[in-house]
């Protein structure tokens, strides 16, 4: 019975190697799978303002960047001025933010999923360049919030968010003392400051120059080609597994 067990067991073992070392896929010029995502990118001649980078190839269309200007934008009825008027010098930062998230076709590397009913993916822990985290906390920091996570605990009774009873109205570095609370927290970690600089190749980089090209297609190559180093790092018990029922098979 012995040699009839060992391949089967063999097989099985094969297998369930196989599900857990498959490498991710997709990594590159690719969008998300959220509520105002393309399936994938594609030129957008007319991307409004600061969203504008993106026009040669974007995961957003022309009025979701119309909308990402919008004090209380109609893509997800966000109020910038939950407390009061926020700075102009700190909006033009969530303009920029938002335009990234909605359509930078360079984040792949960081795509997750999740089970949320207005998106099926997300990102996590981008590394943002140092320096646009510091000047978005600078520009940012007397402006005026009354909570560090932004993505759950508002009061949406009126349609859009509010704040919470018992959440009091702070200067933002109250609630975020350093450039990386703000990065990191805000959006649940979806940015994480990185110690790199603008230009190195190895941050994402919330602004800049379109004539010069787009330097995140850059990083997000370098990452993808690690991650896919990594993934076939891991495939090596699938590799081994398949070679002993292969010399099975040959015996």
């Known amino acids: ?10 097989l099985l073992v094969c297998v369930a190697a196989g599900g857990a070392a ?24 007319k991307l409004h303002g600061q969203c504008s980078p993106w026009k040669k190839n974007a995961c957003c269309f022309v009025n979701t960047s119309i909308e990402a200007h ?20 700190c909006k033009r930062h969530f303009i ?13 590397p960081w795509i997750q999923e999740v089970n949320q009913s207005w998106r099926k993916e997300r990102i996590l822990n981008v590394p943002l360049c140092k320096e646009d985290c510091q000047s978005w906390w600078e520009d940012c920091r007397t402006s005026y919030t009354c909570k560090s996570n932004w993505h759950r605990g508002w009061n ?20 975020f003392p350093t450039p990386a609370a703000l990065c990191n927290e805000i959006w649940s970690h979806s940015y994480k400051v990185s110690n790199y600089s603008r230009g190195s190749g ?16 850059q990083v997000a190559r370098f990452y993808a080609e690690s991650m896919n180093g990594a993934g076939l ?19």
């Not at 690719?30 to 001649?45: F, G, Q, T």
């Not at 190895?202 to 995140?216: A, K, T, V, Y």
């Open 70 to 89: 919008r004090d209380i934008s109609g893509l997800y009825s966000f109020d910038w001025d939950h407390c009061s008027k926020m700075e102009p010098a």
């Open 233 to 251: 790092h891991e495939a090596w018990p699938l590799h081994f597994c398949l070679l002993l029922v292969l010399l099975w098979l040959l015996s």
């Open 22 to 45: 498959q490498p991710r896929t997709q990594l590159l010029n690719v969008c998300m799978n959220a509520r105002y995502h393309k399936e994938k990118p594609s030129p957008e001649d």
């Open 96 to 108: 920029q933010d938002t335009c990234l998230y909605e359509c930078s076709p360079n984040l792949g």
């Open 156 to 175: 949406w009774t009126s349609g859009y968010n509010q704040c919470p009873v018992k959440a009091a109205c702070h200067r933002f570095d109250f609630y």
């Open 1 to 10: 019975m012995a040699w009839k067990i060992t391949p089967l067991l063999c």
């Open 202 to 217: 190895r941050c994402i980089q919330m602004w800049f120059d379109p004539f010069q090209g787009n330097p995140n297609e």
